[in-house]
């Protein structure tokens, strides 16, 4: 069974989208060319040097967007769409590293190791990903070093990692990529290639991705601030970064931009949590109309009905698990941060009188009942339905509602190994094995309340960094943070484009739901262009945002 809801949500928001916004709009080719001055206007720099601009940071720098890097998008990339209007008071050529196509992933070795590009099908009102191969070989080494150094997947502590660039590192997960094929030599760092340009100007944009994996990832990884572990070398790519490391790193890498006399504006970390990748999926997506799943409510509920007996036995009766047979329902998720109560359902099942005849509903012997109560113990002993507090991962609509095999095929083992005849060992294995059903939802699909703190902690701390050392260095910064909250809260109008972070319909953020859509990076360069002005005393104009598409669509 698959519970298919993401497509309905999509159509409803797209058809009254397009009642009153620029639906024809959001397919329109990105218009790539630079906003010509006004000629009644002398356009000047203020006492910036806008000759030699450097943009330094990850894939918001380098122009990712759709899941993908691929050459339209770092078109619009906000570095080069600065550098576009720069030209108007002084700025030089920007050079960046280009994909070779517009389907986006990378191959090594003629394999695939990234994926193409995604666009929203009108046909089937669903996010897709393009048909193609990608062309881009990572082992094809560009000329550099560029004026864009964003790599994608870079943590703060990686712009200083030599090695980062290295092909031979990549199979021991100490290498990137994006970084391999434009670094100018194996072992060079990001930081090195940018200062080999001797910029002028320079923006910096990093440290998304030292909580963004955490977050993204449902808080599987580890927050660093909690273990006081200094040693970056050894987090996964979904841990939180000290902030102690962050702080060391990140000022190093400000002291370094402006050792030669550059001067530039720095960008903070925004909510992660604000984005439509964890504000699209409902906690409660199960709809009862559904006739995958609304006829098997009342089974449901009944096989659940023993267990809430049990948790209201235990002094746990917000554990109880009902699905609503005239509203929609909460998913089951697994939660850490509850006490494990296996073997405490295990044994109030086993002392059941009853639960041997409950078990023969399903064709099983009393016998089986001390391994189903200990297999119910192990499904369901630190699991509880969603909340409006949870934040249910994008990636997650297309799991909901389908069977966990991974699961079902421990548990068919666990059965038939202990005398359940085949057939019917399957037939419950499957059944207990729908995720978000009968089958609690792991960690990486939901980020629960303490996740967030975690998150929104490490955030704030990176954000008191990046300010300090703005003011430190007397540098231009935008507060991405709070024009993102914004967008989330209340929608910003960008000439006739209203935007806001709805997914799809938005116009903001791309279908991966964390990167800016070409309409969004347009937004943001216009918004650091503000505080450049304020800050250097120029009088660069901006991009008009309705000239770039909010989706690609087909």
């Not at 000759?51 to 720098?61: A, D, I, K, Q, R």
């Not at 920007?94 to 992933?105: A, E, L, S, V």
């Not at 409510?297 to 917000?318: D, K, Q, R």
């Not at 990486?444 to 955030?459: F, K, M, R, S």
Request: proline share 6%; charged share 10%; aromatic share 10%.
């Amino acid at each position: 069974m698959k519970i298919k809801y993401i497509s309905l949500i999509l159509t409803a928001s797209l058809a009254l989208y397009a009642c009153d916004s620029d639906i024809d709009a959001l397919s329109d080719p990105v218009n790539n060319e630079v906003v010509e001055g006004n000629p009644d206007i002398q356009y000047s720099s203020g006492s910036a040097d806008f000759s030699t601009f450097v943009s330094v940071g990850n894939s918001l720098t380098a122009g990712y967007s759709d899941n993908s890097l691929f050459a339209m998008g770092q078109e619009v990339s906000f570095p080069n769409l600065l550098a576009g209007q720069f030209a108007l008071a002084g700025g030089g050529d920007f050079t960046q590293p280009y994909m070779n196509d517009d389907i986006g992933g990378l191959l090594l070795g003629g394999n695939p190791i990234a994926s193409p590009r995604m666009f929203f099908d009108i046909a089937t009102q669903t996010p897709s990903v393009v048909s193609g191969t990608p062309s881009t070989e990572v082992s094809n080494i560009l000329n550099g070093p560029f004026n864009n150094m964003g790599v994608p997947g870079a943590k703060t502590y990686h712009l200083v990692a030599p090695g980062y660039g290295n092909l031979a590192n990549l199979a021991v997960g100490a290498a990137n990529p994006y970084f391999v094929r434009m670094a100018t030599s194996p072992n060079t760092t990001v930081i090195a290639d940018a200062m080999a340009m001797n910029p002028t100007f320079f923006s910096l944009w990093i440290g998304n991705n030292d909580v963004l994996g955490y977050a993204a990832s449902g808080g599987s990884g580890t927050d660093h601030n909690v273990t006081g572990n200094l040693d970056p070398s050894t987090y996964a790519s979904n841990d939180i970064t000290n902030s102690n490391v962050f702080a060391q790193v990140y000022n190093g890498l400000v002291q370094t931009m402006v050792s030669g006399g550059a001067e530039g504006v720095i960008m903070n970390i925004p909510d992660v949590t604000s984005t439509p990748y964890f504000n699209t999926v409902p906690y409660a997506p199960l709809d009862p109309t559904n006739p995958d799943f609304g006829p098997q409510i009342p089974t449901l509920n009944m096989i659940f009905g023993a267990l809430n007996g049990v948790f209201t036995a235990l002094g746990e009766p917000e554990r109880a698990i009902i699905f609503n047979e005239n509203a929609a329902s909460a998913i089951v998720i697994k939660d850490e941060n509850l006490t494990d109560i296996s073997a405490s359902i295990e044994f109030a099942l086993n002392s059941s009188p009853t639960f041997p005849a409950f078990i023969g509903q399903f064709g099983l012997p009393p016998e089986a009942a001390p391994l189903i109560a200990n297999i119910l113990g192990q499904q369901y002993g630190q699991c509880r339905q969603a909340t409006a507090e949870d934040l249910v991962v994008l990636t997650s609509s297309s799991v909901i509602g389908t069977p966990n095999m991974a699961s079902a095929t421990a548990l068919a083992t666990q059965l038939i190994n202990n005398g359940i005849p085949a057939a019917s060992a399957q037939q419950l294995a499957g059944m207990f094995s729908l995720e978000g059903i009968t089958y609690a939802m792991d960690d990486q699909w939901v980020l629960l309340p303490e996740e967030q703190e975690d998150v929104n902690n490490a955030i704030s701390a990176f954000n008191n960094i990046i300010e300090n050392a703005a003011m430190t260095n007397d540098l231009a910064f935008f507060d991405v943070n709070s024009f993102f909250t914004e967008v989330a809260n209340t929608g910003y109008q960008a000439g006739s484009a209203f935007m806001t972070a709805d997914y799809v319909t938005g116009g903001t953020f791309s279908l991966d739901g964390i990167h800016p859509s070409p309409r969004g990076y347009s937004v943001i360069a216009n918004k650091i262009l503000e505080v450049i002005n304020a800050k250097y005393g120029s009088n660069i104009q901006g991009v008009n945002p309705v000239d770039f598409t909010g989706v690609y669509i087909q």
